[in-house]
């Protein structure tokens, strides 16, 4: 199957700083989302974006599909931007729908 | 409802029983999934149905899992003698076709 690598597996900034968190999957992709899990468990969708650049507020991403990676950065971080960021995609196969592939998670902890 | 629901959000149960997990997707909604965390660990991807089919039950951890679906509406997920390595937080996601998969807030499962 699909292998989804994601880094750093955990980042630890101080309030204000900005962050890139890095993701490498192993094959063509018809569906990438970046994800936030709050302390509470909740998966939030952040960006689906199997290519191409997408802005929401302080946070973007960028996936260049042909070299097979994804970018999302986290700009003037809050201390509630602190959680894990999965990433996780669906291979290019068929066409239609199919489970999500998750990577490991990046830990992401934002001090005061 | 405006999101994907699942019931219950806590289920304790002592081992060997069965129990029976729901969700509800998001109206319209012809995907939905099924996936599995275990305790400080990423997702593991476990069944999908496209309509009231499931295309590939691979992912199903062992022959004590199963799934239904009815018509494109309400799923659930039932395990059967539930042994301690079952206890995790099962999420449910809906998605119209390969869109964006939209997760539910999780039931979080305790086998004693």
């Known amino acids: 199957g699909i292998q989804v690598e994601q880094s750093p597996p955990d980042l630890i900034l101080q309030e204000g700083a900005n962050s890139t968190l890095r993701c490498n999957f192993s094959d063509s992709v018809n569906n990438l989302q970046w994800f936030h899990q709050n302390p509470w468990g909740q998966l939030i969708n952040l960006f689906y974006i199997p290519s191409g650049t997408k802005q929401n507020g302080r946070l973007s991403a960028t996936t260049v599909a042909t070299e097979r990676y994804s970018l999302l950065y986290i700009s003037s971080s809050q201390t509630t931007d602190s959680g894990v960021y999965f990433c996780a995609v669906v291979r290019r196969a068929g066409g239609g729908a199919d489970g999500l592939t998750f990577g490991k998670g990046t830990h992401l902890i934002i001090q005061p | 409802g405006a999101g994907v629901s699942q019931s219950p959000s806590n289920k304790v149960t002592e081992k060997g029983k069965d129990v029976e997990l729901r969700c509800d997707p998001i109206?319209?909604?012809?995907?939905l999934y099924w996936y599995r965390q275990r305790l400080g660990q990423g997702l593991e991807f476990l069944i999908y149905?496209?309509?009231?089919?499931?295309?590939?039950k691979s992912g199903l951890p062992s022959d004590r899992f199963s799934a239904e679906r009815t018509g494109e509406s309400v799923s659930t997920l039932t395990i059967q003698r539930t042994q301690q390595e079952d206890s995790a937080v099962y999420l449910c996601a809906s998605s119209l076709g390969w869109q964006p998969q939209h997760f539910g807030d999780g039931t979080r499962l305790s086998i004693l």
């Open positions: 109206s319209g909604h012809t995907a």
């Open positions: 149905f496209q309509g009231n089919s499931a295309p590939d």
